[in-house]
């Protein structure tokens, strides 16, 4: 049975500084799947992400985002983080003054933020450090899996998020994004071009990306495909 559709995209241009990056993309994701976006570095994958969650640089020449039923193509970013969409960044910013637990305060227990920072192997006192400052890559990429098993959003957009993480790192985030999976029961866009992120997640449909463009969809098979055989088969395809 198909899942009721969360996110629909439909024939998307973004255009970055007035550059197009995206050209027509098309994407629905049901509640509950896992979607797997691969492809090249320098591909709009992340473009996409960015878009999705509104950032102002990223700017919609033509076609519209619909998120739960509602068009939100021209909603503000806090709009859309209310409405559930959760974006990790590649590189997490530092924020001085502000410590981790005060930051998702609102959307906890403390004994939740402590069984949740268990987890993710994260030290207690992490809490109260200031979000980000000092913090490792590991460490950083940790907090926002932390916050997103905390804030349970809807829709969980992840761009490599692995990008950086030594093994046992990954498989700590991994096991944060598989818990989201199975107790939030929220979508995700998994953004990557690892596929070690990918080995304890159940994956539902994967996306390979070239030039701006959704050029391929499939099942979880296709990742082990580009595992092996790599992209290049799919640049080809663009050329």
């Given at each position: 049975?198909?899942?009721?559709?969360?996110?629909?995209?439909?024939?998307?241009?973004?255009?970055?500084?007035?550059k197009e990056i995206l050209h027509g993309v098309?994407?629905?994701?049901?509640?509950?799947?896992?979607?797997?976006?691969?492809?090249?570095?320098?591909?709009?994958?992340?473009?996409?992400?960015?878009?999705?969650?509104?950032?102002?640089?990223?700017?919609?020449?033509?076609?519209?985002?619909?998120?739960?039923?509602?068009?939100?193509?021209?909603?503000?970013?806090?709009?859309?983080?209310?409405?559930?969409?959760?974006?990790?960044?590649?590189?997490?910013?530092?924020?001085?003054?502000?410590?981790?637990?005060?930051?998702?305060?609102?959307?906890?227990?403390?004994?939740?933020?402590?069984?949740?920072?268990?987890?993710?192997?994260?030290?207690?006192?992490?809490?109260?450090?200031?979000?980000?400052?000092?913090?490792?890559g590991g460490e950083k990429k940790k907090a926002?899996?932390?916050?997103?098993?905390?804030?349970?959003?809807?829709?969980?957009?992840?761009?490599?998020?692995?990008?950086?993480?030594?093994?046992?790192?990954?498989?700590?985030?991994?096991?944060?994004?598989?818990?989201?999976?199975?107790?939030?029961?929220?979508?995700?866009?998994?953004?990557?071009?690892?596929?070690k992120i990918l080995e304890a997640l159940h994956?539902?449909?994967?996306?390979?990306?070239?030039?701006?463009?959704?050029?391929?969809?499939?099942?979880?098979?296709?990742?082990?495909?580009?595992?092996?055989?790599?992209?290049?088969?799919?640049?080809?395809?663009?050329?």
């Amino acid at each position: 049975m198909l899942n009721k559709q969360l996110l629909n995209v439909k024939d998307l241009y973004v255009d970055v500084e007035d550059k197009e990056i995206l050209h027509g993309v098309d994407l629905s994701i049901g509640e509950g799947e896992t979607h797997v976006l691969m492809g090249p570095n320098g591909t709009g994958k992340s473009t996409l992400g960015y878009a999705l969650m509104g950032n102002p640089r990223y700017t919609v020449k033509s076609g519209e985002i619909w998120f739960k039923g509602k068009n939100i193509t021209a909603e503000p970013v806090n709009e859309r983080a209310k409405d559930g969409i959760f974006l990790s960044f590649q590189n997490p910013l530092e924020i001085p003054g502000v410590t981790l637990s005060s930051f998702i305060r609102n959307a906890l227990e403390q004994k939740d933020l402590e069984k949740t920072m268990a987890i993710l192997q994260m030290d207690p006192s992490y809490a109260e450090r200031d979000l980000n400052v000092g913090f490792s890559g590991g460490e950083k990429k940790k907090a926002e899996i932390l916050q997103l098993l905390m804030l349970k959003p809807s829709l969980a957009i992840l761009d490599e998020t692995d990008s950086g993480l030594d093994v046992d790192a990954v498989r700590t985030v991994s096991a944060g994004i598989e818990e989201y999976q199975k107790t939030c029961k929220g979508s995700l866009i998994v953004i990557t071009h690892s596929t070690k992120i990918l080995e304890a997640l159940h994956v539902d449909y994967t996306h390979v990306m070239v030039e701006g463009r959704i050029i391929k969809t499939g099942d979880a098979s296709l990742v082990e495909e580009i595992n092996e055989n790599g992209f290049g088969s799919y640049e080809t395809q663009e050329q």
